[in-house]
């Protein structure tokens, strides 16, 4: 234990007193959980270096990177001010800033100016997330048996990895389909031949991005070497039973619905209920559940919830006017379709896709 000092720590602050100064931080300093924590542990050895910036960074990241006359450098070399921010961010509010860390000394492997000084805010965009080695996950589309599209030459199958010598790799962003190995965000998928095959997920060096198209939204690149490192079973199994249910919706149910426990579609058929209610339109569960049934909902269920919904209501619906007929498509709110899609995503699942 080493020689206690005096300190204050409130919620906006914290003091201390070393050697006959004082030291104080505010909440939003990058050392402020780090201080907290080692007072806790009666650990004061050095805590008054976490107080200058400079210094606490440079704890922090064991030197790797220093705040330095305004600039911001790793192992000597300027960093973009964005992915610090970030590091600085994720300190503050006590969350596991290791994986970015990590993620910066990959980035700045690569040769790309322009891939160093965009692909952080791509992966924000796209949502693809940082792996705890500082790589990323992102999409591909590949053919039923795990060939790319293209030229069927590569294996995509879970484990491989596929290489290709990086000067092959069209750096040039305002070329949007040219050569290169290409990887999107989840919202893009849909654009890349459309049903068909199957969908992996990708684990990427930041180090071996060359390339994110200026075209489709910021939703694609193109890289020179990935890992396959598992199958989308989740996102397949929807495309299969959406596609299913729209054919054939009595047999794509016969496997239960996609939304298998029913809770988020109950959730879903409960709001949808209280709207029809609250807006005078006669009961129509039915109809209801047609306007937003793409595969994924469970009937039952929002059939159940859209009458609860409706039943909470019914009493303050004015009977002055005549019911209005209902019309139009009614949409999911994006925050019950995520709701959706995670209940779907922990459903296991056979080798077809169906639920088991």
């Known amino acids: 234990m080493s020689k206690h000092i005096p300190f204050i720590v409130t919620d906006e602050s914290i003091t201390i007193v070393v050697a006959g100064r004082p030291y104080t931080i505010s909440h939003s300093h990058a050392s402020f959980s780090e201080v907290k924590n080692r007072i806790a542990n009666e650990d004061f050895d050095g805590i008054e270096n976490l107080f200058n910036t400079a210094a606490a960074v440079g704890v922090f990241t064991k030197g790797n990177l220093i705040v330095q006359n305004g600039q911001v450098l790793y192992k000597g070399n300027p960093v973009h001010n964005y992915v610090v921010d970030k590091i600085f961010a994720f300190i503050r509010e ?36 940082i792996t705890e080695d500082g790589c990323f996950l992102a999409y591909r589309k590949v053919t039923a048996d795990y060939r790319d599209f293209y030229t069927g030459a590569f294996d995509n199958s879970v484990g491989q990895t ?11 962003k305002n070329r949007t389909c040219s050569n290169g190995l290409h990887f999107c965000a989840q919202s893009y998928l849909s654009q890349y031949h459309s049903g068909d095959g199957k969908v992996v997920i990708v684990k990427i060096n930041p180090a071996d991005v060359v390339a994110i198209p200026s075209d489709y939204n910021n939703t694609k690149g193109r890289c020179s070497k990935y890992l396959v490192f598992s199958d989308c079973a989740g996102y397949e199994a929807g495309q299969k039973f959406g596609a299913l249910y729209r054919e054939n919706p009595e047999e794509a149910f016969d496997d239960a619905a996609y939304d298998s426990n029913g809770e988020a579609s109950r959730d879903a058929g409960f709001d949808a209920g ?11 569960a039915d109809e209801a559940l047609s306007d937003v049934q793409d595969g994924t909902i469970n009937d039952s269920s929002f059939i159940n919830g859209y009458n609860e919904g409706y039943d909470s209501q019914y009493v303050a619906v004015s009977h002055a006017t005549a019911p209005k007929a209902k019309t139009g498509k009614k949409t999911i709110s994006e925050s019950t379709r995520r709701k959706l899609r995670a209940a779907a995503l922990n459903q296991p699942r056979d080798a077809d896709g169906k639920f088991i």
């Open 94 to 129: 006590g969350l596991p800033y290791q994986p970015l860390l990590n993620f910066l000394e990959n980035l700045l492997q690569n040769p790309s100016f322009r891939a160093v000084s965009e692909l952080y805010g791509f992966l924000e965009f796209a949502k693809l997330p």
């Open 162 to 172: 596929v290489e290709i010598p990086r000067n092959q790799v069209d750096e040039d």
């Open 274 to 284: 209280v709207d029809d209610a609250q807006s005078g339109l006669v009961r129509n």
